[in-house]
């Protein structure tokens, strides 16, 4: 008898270690799982953000909304200032007389431009109250898809060079995750002067 309670008593011990074992393996392969998950949902990346980030990246967004400084190869992004837009205090672009005729001009950093449109300038995107700290996703992503300025509706539309036709081609999915990652920059305080129409562009002219 005491013989068959111990065999009894082992075999339930083995169910149990058995069983424990079992539940972790299911429970690592859930976490497992849904970790995949998220990486599928973000295009490999790990977050919506870091997704955002490769996009921002590789869109060229620095290229014209960060400005610049001088570097031993020559201008550079000066990240300190990423993605902050045009500087308040530099001047317009002005169109010099080998310029008219190209019909374009721009500033240094390229943050600012001056053609047939008028007077553009680069917009702040950083989360500042001057950027788009009050923006909403919906916001953001009506200014790209109906290329409206700040994604307000009747609002003038946005201006060269901005690339509408271009990044109208991220999906929606594309869109918010940029929103997302911009959303975690380092705010700026930066106010873009407005663009202004070819009129009033041309009395800032020699």
């Not at 424990?20 to 849904?34: K, V, W």
């Not at 001009?105 to 109250?129: I, R």
């Not at 060269?160 to 081609?169: K, L, T």
Request: aromatic fraction near 8%; include cysteine; glycine fraction near 8%.
């Amino acid at each position: 008898m005491k013989t068959q309670f111990t065999i009894l008593s082992a075999l339930c011990a083995v169910g149990f270690l058995f069983s424990r074992c079992n539940n972790g393996s299911t429970s690592t392969s859930a976490s497992n799982d849904s970790a995949s998950g998220n990486t599928n949902m973000y295009a490999g990346y790990a977050s919506q953000a870091e997704w955002g980030k490769h996009l921002v990246a590789t869109g060229g967004c620095n290229d014209c909304h960060t400005p610049k400084k001088m570097s031993d190869k020559g201008p550079a992004d000066d990240m300190d200032l990423m993605l902050s837009g045009h500087p308040s205090q530099l001047p317009a672009p002005a169109l010099l007389p080998g310029q008219l005729k190209k019909g374009l001009a721009a500033t240094q950093d390229l943050t600012a431009w001056n053609g047939p449109w008028g007077t553009s300038y680069s917009a702040n995107l950083t989360p500042d109250s001057t950027g788009i700290g009050a923006w909403t996703e919906q916001q953001f992503i009506t200014c790209i898809r109906q290329d409206v300025f700040k994604g307000i509706a009747g609002s003038r539309p946005l201006m060269p060079p901005m690339p509408v036709a271009g990044v109208n081609n991220y999906t929606d999915d594309e869109l918010k995750a940029i929103f997302a990652f911009l959303k975690t920059i380092k705010p700026i305080h930066n106010v873009v002067p407005d663009y202004q129409p070819p009129v009033a562009a041309s009395k800032n002219q020699p």
